[in-house]
């Protein structure tokens, strides 16, 4: 049995735990906590049978791109990539849900606790929202097509770090250029800034139409207020409300 100040302290300690994120206790083999965390394996492709899509070019003076020409290789390339952090200690690559050939893309920052488990985007609280979201403009995931900027629960689902995202972000203009959507709404700030460049706050960019170019196709993109902000903040629907109605309106006009 334990004494009062025993329990006291163990649940402080659960609290605590819960706060950092932690969703389970127990590892189906001992760990030692104490040791550093184990180093990513490097998957190797096999020389026999090259893979092209998952090649990253880089030329002298030129951005990283990624070599492939289908969903269905970017979706691998994703799923066997080492070279971001974010994919150790995670149950799922989170690639895309929805139409990918639906004019509209959306691009949220990270996976979260739910949709590591189930490997979709935007199926937890704030993904239920979005669904209502895009049910008021007479859409639903059929006609739209939704991704991340970054494919892997960053810890505690705290916001991925700018180095984290740029990883990942050959992978996510590779995405756009083979979605070609007619516009992209950007979820969040995290999105924004990676997909816009700039380093402003979502509150000055939201509601106003960017163009940016992605491997010499021009596409615009429309920054609003990530779903997650909008539970915490419910003040400020009647803002992505005004957003949504501007894309409904650029859409409907083409």
């Not at 991925?160 to 996510?172: I, K, Q």
């Not at 924004?192 to 402003?200: H, I, K, M, N, S």
Request: proline fraction near 9%; hydrophobic fraction near 45%.
């Amino acid at each position: 049995m334990l004494d009062g100040n025993e329990r006291d302290e163990l649940l402080a300690t659960l609290g605590w735990w819960v706060e950092a994120g932690v969703d389970t206790l127990v590892d189906a083999a001992p760990r030692d906590w104490r040791a550093p965390p184990p180093r990513a394996a490097t998957r190797e492709i096999p020389a026999a049978a090259p893979e092209p899509e998952l090649v990253l070019r880089k030329a002298a003076a030129g951005p990283v791109t990624v070599a492939a020409t289908t969903l269905a290789e970017l979706r691998h390339a994703v799923e066997v990539f080492d070279g971001c952090p974010l994919r150790t200690g995670n149950v799922s690559t989170v690639f895309a849900d929805g139409n990918p050939e639906a004019d509209l893309m959306l691009i949220g920052e990270a996976p979260g606790a739910q949709e590591d488990r189930m490997g979709l985007p935007f199926v937890g609280p704030a993904g239920q929202l979005l669904d209502r979201m895009l049910a008021a403009i007479g859409r639903d995931r059929t006609r739209a097509y939704i991704t991340n900027v970054t494919f892997w629960r960053p810890p505690g689902n705290r916001t991925p770090t700018p180095a984290e995202v740029e990883t990942t972000m050959p992978f996510v203009h590779r995405h756009i250029a083979l979605v070609r959507p007619k516009a992209i709404i950007a979820l969040g700030a995290c999105a924004a800034r990676a997909l816009t460049g700039d380093v402003t706050g979502i509150m000055r960019q939201r509601g106003q139409w960017r163009t940016i170019s992605v491997e010499g196709t021009d596409v615009p993109i429309l920054p609003t207020l990530h779903p997650a902000f909008l539970l915490r903040q419910p003040e400020s629907k009647r803002l992505a409300w005004a957003d949504l109605l501007a894309v409904k309106a650029k859409l409907d006009a083409d």
